[in-house]
């Protein structure tokens, strides 16, 4: 059946710099401007409906119709008119159900409710203020700062981990420096303190991003988890602290928790352990914010749904032609797709079959949003895969947290098939992927690119020395200096084993080696402590640049060979690939200068 739209304009994308509602009223001006082309569509269809005589088609674009104009109804706050095609969504389905046969009296009886249909958008059209309809307000939130939210910093915390300011508190002089050293390696701003009248003064002229205290003070063995209380006296915005200590009772942790602590680490400290809990605490970038594809027929009901994600913080985008779906998907990187059940072309299930169909999306989440309520239908559009249905209309903050629950559940469960569940790093097939990327971008825009091969030196003389449990604390140590240390613009992945791989955006060779060998110095200054022994490690490196090498692989090949004669040459070292390096040398791997050494 033939849709026409009426002549209301297509709904503009959302102006953020407007309010929700004066949003929502644009939207609803444009559902009832197009109601009466919709109802039109109707009655030409009902029309040609004939007595005695089966027409499925017909009778499928009339269901489709009311169910849709049933279902943006009643989200626009129409509920009459909702009621109204509720009532012929039904007359039809009975038909349906039925064989298709239309009978005697369906023509006159659908007329008759596209009559009632009429009055009603006739009297909705001079309604005052139909936007003052209740139950469509949005959960307010305080706004961020515009410096903050501008530069993606979660308020109080510099986005250079550089800037961001740590105090460590601790009696003994020595591990003290020791403790700061350490974590400088790791990028982080550090002032080491003996004693707490200097940290409180300290406090009091310039606050930082964490502290790390001490339990146990000459003063008291709380003393530590006492000063934290007082700090937090009456403060709204709370420094937080990890404790460190030899006492590993209860009874220290308790004071611990109940001082306000965030994390307690026991000595001698893990280095890297200690780490996580700071990473954690000192982030300073909020989450990327949820993409949402949003597809329904009915252009007003998928704008008015992308707007309400919008304001709570995604990115929606809504697309009315099912057709353009698996296009958009290629540009719009979608953590889930929230779809109308009912569609004139292609319905929600057919339209959730074509993209189970597609390796890339098969695990990509589905919610129909739809004003079906028979369950057996609900279980049926299910089956072919998707993972919820919300009924029309949904409350905004249902809807965003729907939403968002399945999206974050997908993003945690994408992140385990391309992460590395040791480093977090990403995996072998993700970081070579990456580069294949990366090399069309810069071969594309004509942009320097440079790829580096890392091995940790003597990797399985750590692992006979320590045991594997140690050998793992040092490549999570490595992994955590690389994320640290490198732009955001870089990736880092684990290659294999002690292995690991760094694609370097924007930067040539020399500018490569030189922050690789930045890496490398200070890598080569952390401590790592094993049964009352400590020992330290450093890395070698290969590093290779487009378009010196102009392919992903023989970046790869040239990298792994100059990794290679940095072994062969000394150890803790970079090189860098030359143009010999695509046809001389073998690997390292080949040359039995492997598993780690």
Known sequence: MATERGNAPTPAAPNKAESFQIRKARLRASFLALLPGRLADARRAVAELRAGESDHAQLDGLYVLFHTLKGSGATFGFRQISDAAKTAEQTVRHAMDSGGRVEAALPAELERLMDDLDALARAAEVQIDPDLTPGFELPQSEPEPASEAGSGARPGQPADRSQRMVYLCDDDQDLAAQLAGQLGCFGYRVRAFTNLADLREAVGIERPSAMILDVVFPEDENAGPKMLAELRAGEEERIPCIFISCRDDFGGRLQAVRAGGSAYCTKPIKTVELLEFLDR?????????????????????????????????????????????????????????????????????????????????????????????????????????????????????????????????????????????????????????????????????????????????????????????????????????????????????????????????????????????????????????????????????????????????????????????????????????????????????????????
Not at 476 to 500: I, P, W
């Open 281 to 597: 605490l000192t982030n300073p970038h909020p989450p990327e914010p949820i993409n949402v594809l949003v597809v329904d027929d009915d252009r007003e009901l998928a704008q008015f749904h992308a707007t309400v994600l919008e304001e709570a913080g995604m990115v929606a985008k809504a697309v009315s032609d099912p057709e353009q779906v698996l296009s958009l998907l290629d540009t719009f990187d979608a953590d889930l797709v929230l779809m109308d059940m009912y569609m004139p072309d292609c319905s929600g299930p057919e339209l959730s079959r074509v993209l189970r169909q597609i390796p890339g999306h098969v695990s990509l989440p589905i919610i129909y949003v739809s004003s079906e309520t028979d369950v057996g239908r609900q279980h049926a559009a299910l089956a072919v895969g998707a993972d919820g249905f919300l009924t029309k209309p949904i409350e905004p903050a249902r809807l965003v947290a729907e939403v968002g629950l399945r999206a974050e559940r997908m993003r945690i469960l994408h992140s385990l098939m391309v992460r590395d569940g040791l480093t977090g790093l990403f995996n072998h097939n993700a970081i070579m992927q990456f580069l294949e990327v990366a090399v069309a971008n810069a071969r594309r825009a004509e942009n320097a690119l440079c790829f580096a091969m890392i091995d940790v030196d003597h990797f399985k003389s750590v692992n006979d020395t320590y045991g594997h449990p140690t050998g793992d604390q040092v490549l999570m140590a490595l992994s955590r200096t690389l994320r640290l240390r490198l732009r955001e613009d870089d990736l880092v992945g684990r290659y294999g084993g002690e292995e690991f791989a760094v694609v370097l955006n924007g930067v040539d060779i020399e500018q490569a080696k030189r922050i690789l060998d930045a890496l490398r110095t200070s890598f080569s200054n952390v401590t790592f402590y094993s049964d009352g022994q400590e020992f330290r490690c450093t890395f070698s490196v290969g590093v290779s640049d487009f378009p010196t090498f102009d392919s992903p692989d023989a970046m790869t090949e040239a990298a792994d060979r100059a990794l290679y004669r940095a072994k062969k040459g000394g150890r803790n070292r970079v090189e860098i690939a030359s143009a010999q390096d695509a046809l001389s040398e073998p690997s390292f791997e080949s040359a039995g200068i492997s598993d780690g050494s």
